[in-house]
């Protein structure tokens, strides 16, 4: 059901692929380059001051000076088109829930109140964001320089290489767990957050009921209890959002 999903809200990105393709290109290059300051230093360190090659050295500078500059532009580049592919699909999906809303009648909003309809524009569509701003880019990005890493490691030392293995094991032993762990409560989190939406949107569109029948306290204790509720949920979320960003650099 959840590959389902997915693939419907891929469907928004489609028009914006080579906005997305030249998006995680730019990021590939900043990270090349970066790999090649640390090996300028490796060159440096070995070659140019033991030899006293200053020739060389003016040379690898001016080189390395257009490469950062390069680095910028590409970063500056990514970080437009970033926005520009968040942007442009949530656009496109929130005019799909709009249709999707206009075609369900009012048989819908005798059903659901208007704040979990608003709350599904503030949250979910968000969530969506993340997935075109972040998600996407970074597992096609992450993974393409994993491989040239590995390779890269490979073609160093094989040995070393397999000294590595254990610890990426023992990563993906621990790690799913707290990444479902983080997942589920940001879910829950989504849901405190629709609810709380929903009781304020309450609040406010029957604010004259409420004064009519003296029940101000009731309703801000009310609405109090949600944010409570919500802002606990919260707390957890951080928490093990926290413990999984722990076991992923540990």
């Avoid at 910028?72 to 709009?98: C, D, H, I, P």
């Avoid at 709380?196 to 406010?204: A, E, M, Q, R, T």
Wanted: aromatic share 14%; charged share 20%; glycine share 6%.
């Amino acid at each position: 059901m959840n590959w389902r999903v997915y693939r419907w809200l891929l469907t928004y990105v489609s028009p914006y692929r080579k906005q997305l393709a030249f998006y995680i290109l730019c990021g590939l290059l900043a990270t090349a380059i970066e790999l090649t300051i640390t090996r300028f230093l490796q060159i440096f360190i070995d070659e140019i001051v033991p030899n006293r090659r200053m020739q060389a050295f003016a040379g690898y500078l001016a080189g390395m000076a257009g490469l950062v500059g390069v680095m910028l532009l590409a970063q500056a580049w990514k970080n437009l088109l970033e926005r520009t592919v968040a942007e442009q699909s949530a656009r496109g999906l929130q005019q799909a829930m709009f249709r999707q809303l206009r075609r369900l009648g009012f048989a819908y909003y005798e059903q659901h109140p208007a704040g979990e309809t608003v709350g599904l524009f503030n949250t979910e569509v968000a969530a969506a964001q993340r997935i075109y701003r972040q998600y996407i880019p970074s597992i096609v990005e992450n993974t393409i320089l994993f491989l040239g890493l590995a390779v890269y490691m490979v073609s160093l030392s094989w040995q070393l290489s397999l000294l590595i293995v254990p610890f990426f094991l023992a990563y993906y032993l621990i790690g799913p767990y707290y990444e479902k762990k983080a997942s589920l409560w940001a879910k829950e989190a989504n849901r405190e957050r629709q609810a709380v939406n929903k009781s304020i949107y309450d609040s406010v569109s029957g604010v004259l009921e409420v004064r009519a029948f003296g029940a101000k306290a009731w309703d801000i204790q009310r609405l109090l209890s949600k944010m409570k509720t919500y802002h606990g949920v919260q707390l957890t979320q951080y928490l093990n959002a926290y413990l999984r960003g722990t076991v992923r650099r540990a």
